[in-house]
């Protein structure tokens, strides 16, 4: 059972440019949540998704940003414009339901880098 | 809101020895999980161990063990016998009850482990 997979790993985008960063869940599970992670900082919450829905968006800034978990396929957090302030890790983690949330495994990450 | 505090920046530790990472959290809900992860240098998240508040018991896992004090909101992790490959960034967490169920990260603790 494969883990939770985000591609790419690693992300080099010029200012100005658009960053797309993919997320397939584990099998089975319809949750997926989005956190980013600035250098020597923790992990903070952007975005909360199942299938086709966006549950929760409180921590997602309010421009350049959005994201999708479309009924087939990956959920897609899509940065429009970066700059170099967006450089980070982006994590996300998925989840089978909400009520199992303990169960909740994270991609190994995405490294995006504004040059 | 929900607040997760690490006020180690970084510890070194002798290899073998026991060590104990700071955690205490703020929360108004009466129900809530906390959560440690380990952060290696390749940089994933890995779940380490859970504590639910309504647990009556401190959680172990192997050689992780959370010391849970509900009235202080302290839930400080103990890695004994620790080893090299110990080192590591570790990040506290709390999980809200309700709504969206997102974690709250603290800031981490980077923990060295000396031969």
């Known amino acids: 059972n494969a883990g939770v997979m985000q591609n790419p790993r690693h992300l080099v985008r010029r200012r100005g440019q658009e960053a797309r960063l993919r997320c397939s869940p584990m099998k089975g599970h319809s949750h997926v949540y989005w956190y980013r992670q600035l250098p020597e900082e923790g992990l903070k919450f952007m975005v909360y998704?199942?299938?086709?829905?966006?549950?929760?968006e409180s921590g997602m800034p309010k421009e350049r940003f959005s994201a999708e978990f479309p009924k087939e396929g990956p959920s897609i957090l899509r940065i429009q414009q970066v700059v170099r302030g967006d450089s980070a890790a982006y994590f996300c983690?998925?989840?089978?339901?909400?009520?199992?949330?303990?169960?909740?495994?994270f991609g190994q990450g995405t490294r995006l880098t504004v040059v | 809101a929900q607040k997760i505090t690490q006020t180690q920046p970084g510890m070194f530790v002798q290899e073998k020895e026991a060590v104990t990472l700071d955690c205490t959290y703020d929360t108004s809900d009466p129900s809530y999980g906390l959560f440690w992860y380990k952060q290696p240098s390749s940089g994933e998240m890995i779940f380490l161990i859970y504590?639910?508040?309504?647990?009556?018991q401190n959680a172990t896992e192997g050689r992780y063990s959370l010391n849970f004090q509900k009235a202080r909101k302290s839930a400080n992790l103990v890695i004994s016998a620790s080893q090299l490959g110990d080192s590591a960034m570790y990040f506290c967490?709390?999980?809200?009850?309700?709504?969206?169920?997102?974690?709250?990260f603290g800031q981490g603790t980077r923990l060295t482990i000396n031969p």
């Open positions: 967490a709390m999980r809200e009850i309700q709504g969206a169920q997102k974690l709250v």
């Open positions: 983690a998925s989840s089978p339901s909400r009520d199992r949330v303990v169960e909740a495994f």
């Open positions: 504590q639910g508040s309504y647990d009556q």
């Open positions: 998704l199942q299938k086709e829905n966006i549950i929760d």
